[in-house]
């Protein structure tokens, strides 16, 4: 379905859960943030509603997120039954890899298109200053080289001002495997509301100072809000989402489902419709459709995120469902 400014919208990212094994400093308050009673999440079948009336709209691609959503059990059947609703054409995650090694046969086998993986830093007392939970980039490293042998996979890093040594090494995970790594501005929102980015332009500089030939390609490496990159030898390629700085609105195709089903046309808005009413009322599968084409049409032409007193939304990631 096209919104009021005619973009294509076909993506949903469907939060499963508001909960996290980390709490990384740009996402979470240390002590965490109040997490909706479990029976505020929605349950497996409500969210399969939502997709299958979300693909009748012409929405035929769906990210699994959270929170982190490897910490909900039954995550992987929830994949696989995603994956089988008619109409599907992509299901991809995102997850910060801690929890995915031992679940990544059964991820695979339930048709899983693709992972994203979220990684910050390579050096291990960096990556538990940010995380906050004790564990180690080491842990999500094994993630990523498993996960690269065997699906499309994508190494998610926010630019930060204290990891900016970073930006090389991690990097160079997509000259030796065939991933995508991504570096993604820093939104100022929920806990990063006060936080600095690195511009990715200032990353793009940075990295040609070692990969001088490091050039743009067209859609090869993904068709999302990413500009890749890729430099003679790289098995993979690097992408810079520059979220605040540029934008990517006019291209924008997504909603978003809150775990607590709230449907989101844009991060940077408190705005949206709550569909949890129609759920778990009597409402019929055409009332469903008709709430998720009012949030389509709610569709801002751009976020606010260099006017930060025009920001309305205020609830951290993990609850938005980055
Ligand atoms: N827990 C999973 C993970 O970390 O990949 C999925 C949820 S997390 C909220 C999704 C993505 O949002 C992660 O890649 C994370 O780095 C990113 N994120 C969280 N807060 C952000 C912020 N303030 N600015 C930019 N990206 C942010
Ligand atoms: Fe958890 Fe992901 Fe937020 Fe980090 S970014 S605290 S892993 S939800």
Redo the contacts with the bound molecule.
């Keep these: 379905m096209r919104d009021s400014l005619g973009r294509n919208i076909n993506y949903l990212r469907l ?1 499963i859960t508001d909960r ?1 094994n ?1 709490r ?1 400093r ?2 979470m308050p240390g002590d965490g943030v109040a997490l909706a009673a479990h029976d505020e999440l929605l349950r497996y079948e409500e969210l399969l509603r939502v997709a299958e009336a979300a693909i009748s709209l012409g929405i035929d691609r769906f990210k699994v ?5 490897l910490v909900r059990r039954g995550c992987v059947d929830f994949v696989r039954s995603l994956k089988a609703l008619p109409g599907v054409r992509q299901v991809t995650l ?4 801690l929890l995915l090694p031992p679940l990544l046969d059964g991820l695979c086998a339930a048709g899983l298109d693709g992972v ?3 990684l ?1 830093t390579l050096d291990n007392a960096q990556y538990q200053r940010l995380t906050r939970r004790g564990h180690s980039a080491d842990e999500v490293l094994r993630a990523v080289r498993l996960c690269a042998a065997r699906l499309p996979t994508k190494v ?3 630019l930060l001002p204290e990891t900016a040594d970073q930006l090389i090494p991690l990097a160079e995970l997509a000259a030796q495997l065939p991933v995508g790594v991504r570096f ?9 509301e006060s ?1 600095r ?1 690195v511009t990715a332009d200032a990353a793009l500089d940075r990295l040609r100072t070692r990969w001088p030939s490091l050039a743009p390609t067209d859609g090869i490496c993904g068709n999302g809000p990413a500009r890749y990159f890729h430099a003679e030898g790289m098995q993979g390629c690097i992408g810079l989402i520059d ?1 605040v700085s540029h934008g990517f609105c006019s291209r924008c195709n997504r909603l978003r489902l809150t775990s607590t089903g709230f449907l989101k046309p844009c991060l940077c808005y408190e705005q949206g419709v709550d569909l949890k009413p129609l759920l778990r009322g009597s409402a019929d599968d055409a009332a469903l459709r008709d709430a998720i084409c009012k949030a389509i049409l709610q569709k801002p032409a751009a976020h606010c995120f260099t006017q930060r007193d025009h920001i309305t939304e205020h609830h ?3 609850q ?3």
């Design positions: 939060s996290c980390l990384c740009y996402c997120t959270g929170g982190e959503p995102t997850t910060n890899g994203n993986i979220s910050d998610n890093a926010v993604i501005e820093r939104m100022p929102l929920g806990a990063g936080g980015t979220a951290s990631m993990n938005i469902g980055g």
